[in-house]
């Protein structure tokens, strides 16, 4: 069983920055993608940032240009670099992983395995 914990969640004005991080355990491979998804109350939880064990990333136009993923897999870490924050920014993010391909990155049903999340919060 994976389990998926997210740490770097916080509250921050709006052009500020915060970086995220999930860590796995049970695990003894690395999952073939690892994303990053945000919800806000009432609303569908949306693709943020994915990434292939290769390297290659996949962005939301809403954040390209403004958050970083990327993993380190000798830690079983991955992150989110988020800076120039805005309050629509403002949601749970969930740190999810999937062990074989995918179609769309950053499409939630795509994933296997999900944290608990952490609450980001970005004041103007």
């Known amino acids: 069983q994976v389990q998926l914990v997210e740490s770097g969640g916080g509250s921050v004005q709006a052009g500020g920055s915060l970086r995220l991080s999930c860590t796995a355990s049970?695990?003894?491979?690395?999952?073939?993608?690892m994303g990053w998804f945000r919800q806000e109350p009432g609303k569908e939880r949306e693709g943020v940032a994915a990434?292939?064990?290769?390297?290659?990333?996949y962005y939301a136009d809403s954040v390209k240009g403004r958050f970083t993923i990327s993993q380190d897999n000798a830690k079983n870490t991955l992150y989110l670099q988020m800076n120039s924050l805005k309050p629509e920014d403002t949601a749970m993010y969930y740190c999810?992983?999937?062990?074989?391909?995918?179609?769309?990155?950053?499409?939630?049903?795509?994933?296997?395995?999900w944290g608990q999340g952490t609450q980001v919060t970005v004041s103007s």
């Open positions: 999810a992983a999937r062990f074989g391909t995918v179609w769309y990155p950053l499409r939630r049903n795509e994933y296997n395995f």
């Open positions: 990434i292939h064990t290769g390297g290659y990333t």
């Open positions: 049970g695990v003894t491979y690395n999952s073939d993608y």
